[in-house]
Nanobody, 117 residues
């Protein structure tokens, strides 16, 4: 499945951002989707995921200020992040796959988030 992320850009620290991941094809049959991020010199991090049973999980670093959601009618996955911090700056990737092997699924090209302090 082809995934296209959007919504990245420059955001001020303390502000909000909403990333979108649009699929070319229905996402109804996709069990799990999620967002990863990677900053220069850092390891890739799973930011948030939504599973086939609609349960969600978040990295501790974003828990409480982020919400992942999917709109099957629009074939789109979202990540809403509030109270953005400088350490949130990274390339954000959308991933679609299976509950137990999400990182082995399909990846988008990424959208860059830059945070100004």
């Amino acid at each position: 499945v082809r995934l296209v992320e959007s919504g990245g850009g420059l955001v001020q620290a303390g502000g909000s951002l909403r990333l979108s991941c649009t699929t070319f094809g229905s996402i109804v049959s996709i069990p799990a989707m999620g967002w990863y991020r990677q900053a220069p010199g850092k390891e890739r991090e799973l930011v948030a995921r939504i599973n086939s049973d609609h349960s969600t999980a978040y990295a501790d670093s974003v828990k409480g200020r982020s919400t992942i959601s999917r709109d099957n009618a629009k074939n789109t996955l979202y990540l809403q992040m509030n109270s953005v911090r400088p350490e949130d700056a990274a390339m954000y990737y959308c991933v679609a796959g299976f509950d137990d092997e999400l990182s082995r699924g399909s990846w988008g090209q990424g959208t860059q988030v830059t945070v100004s302090s």
